[in-house]
DNA sequence: CGGCATCTATCGAACTTTTGGATAGATAGT
DNA sequence: ACTATCTATCCAAAAGTTCGATAGATGCCG
């Protein structure tokens, strides 16, 4: 078996066919059929379906996808490796999120992350927010480290797969100034009834979802997950009114202060906040939880210990430990000699 | 980087010498010369000092090494899917454990494994008995499954390892039926003082470690842990007499018959009983726990899957699950395309 | 139904890499 | 200083890989 072998044999399963996936390699079609065809012969079985219209995995392909990514994670951890000790750090780490983190969260982040070790490739996968999905590539070897979503009440993880809670994040109503005297009146009672939204971080005014919806919704198409909020919305209403998408915060700010609506943006994205407008805990708060999700084995990649050790920074707050950059598996001097002389074979 | 040099480069590790190493591999010492030199030339780095003692890792040799033995590891994997696509099963599997173990337990246990599945190569490595030597030896990708020995009060595991309990060994104390007389005078008190010795398996007499150095001890050179008795029994007195160490249960047994001293062994290994002695409960019992140890990317290995279940069958009492052979990662039909066309790139 | 477009497989020659024997260099022990 | 035991280098032969050309297979569409 060839490394160059699974390097092709993943490039075909991306690109779903040999003509590009060789193209995409910079080699000749019929190279990377005679490649993938030795691999085939070697392990006895047929990898890809092919017909008109290209090659897709067969269910043993399908099968030794995730060992092959594998491999190639650990090719690249010993790149890794190798410019560690040469004081600098080569190599690739791929993150995949889903879209409102990779907008928002990740770039500062990443950015800053790159600018310390420029000579490490940062590949952002964006993917839909589910834990599940961002899971399974994980599990597929399609990224090293996975930032999702997920709600405050599904916290567990039943596998073995490594999870820390980086942030938690509640959503506030943007209502403009005009409305203050009309919330004025109400906050005192909705704080008493719900007294758990009593935080250092509280806003001068509380709502209701109930009564939020006497107002036209501004969605955030960057970081809110639509579908949540709206979900909640038509849980305290029946009809919720035609939803109105906005990429920008400020933009959305500028809307609500206009009187168009109310925005529901992650509280964070709320500062600075606009003249024109107030800040509204929302009382029942919708809250979800930003959290990275990593295999145990991808700890063993230092690039992947370096950016957990950025986010820990970024994130103080998070339940991150703090890795050491260097092997964090202890090589004593046990000599492999040894071990091996005591070997022996049942057959 | 190629497979062939990462086969050389572990080739080497454990034999200490690029010599040996060719001569292993079936290849001229130019050729491995030049093969880790093509390694060594393309990471950047230095992997082995040489000299003219052999070859010996440097710290990055050291680094890279279980990065090296993972995709080894994972090839392996591969080969096994790939087999059981046929509807066999090739490829190895290695199994560390210590003395004991690899003695008494598993020989059964894998032979039987062995005619299930013929094709299969195992490799049982001895170790020393203690956990850590084990888990670092999962660590370092010298084996896939390890099965160590735990006093009860360690069970716990700090890191990710996975670890499931096997079995919970007792030992008894074997001796001729002439004692017995004088043990039952005692048997009711001990009892009494030690109540949570009354189990389904209880022998008709108990002994105190305090009575049992009366006796001269006939340790068993194959199951025991000799310095855990010893230890234990220089507890209940001062000195030990001197020991003499038997290689099979019967014949330590026909001694004990003989008056010549005390057995102690573990409960499994004295049935069935010799008819000249009586099996002695020891109070306050000195209990080892048999578990077994992998890494989580270990159960990706069908075979390793295999093997616990057949450990699930012998041992149906341990903690341990049971796998399915077939990927435990479900594939989705969620096409690769989908991901990738959405993958971009902070540069 | 047949031509067309779009795949992958195969062939043979050019090219690249890998291999092994011979030899040189390095080093520690005697 | 000699010897034994390592690894590195050189070079020619062998092996493996690559490419363009071409053939074969298959679904699409008029």
Known sequence: ?????????????????FSEAALELGISQSTL????????????????????????????????ESHVRTMLRFENAIFQEASL???S????????????????????IMAAFKRQFPDLVLELIEMECGRDALKQALDRGHCDVAVSQVSEDELDIEDNTLHWELMRESYVAILPKSQAAKLEATTAALRAAYPEQARAEQADYAISWRQLTDYAPIMHGGHNCGELIQARLERALVTVPAIQLVRDDFTSMELSAQGLGVSVMPRLASYPLHDGVIRVDIVE?????????LLPSSLKIPAARLLLNALKQRFPESSLPTFNV?????????????AVSYRRFIN
């Open 89 to 108: 750090i080569e190599g690739y780490l791929r993150v995949a999120t889903f879209r409102s983190v990779a907008s928002q969260i990740l770039p500062s």
């Open 285 to 293: 708060p919708l809250r979800r939880v930003i959290e990275v999700l």
């Open 33 to 64: 059929s005679y490649t993938i065809g030795e691999l085939e012969r070697e392990l006895g079985i047929k990898l890809f379906e092919r017909g008109r219209f290209g090659a897709v995995a067969t269910d043993a392909g399908r099968a030794i």
């Open 326 to 338: 260097r092997q964090p598996v202890k090589v004593e001097p046990l000599t492999n000699n040894e």
């Open 1 to 17: 078996m060839k490394l160059q072998q699974l390097r092709a044999f993943v490039k075909v399963l991306e690109s779903g066919s």
């Open 85 to 87: 000790a040469k004081a």
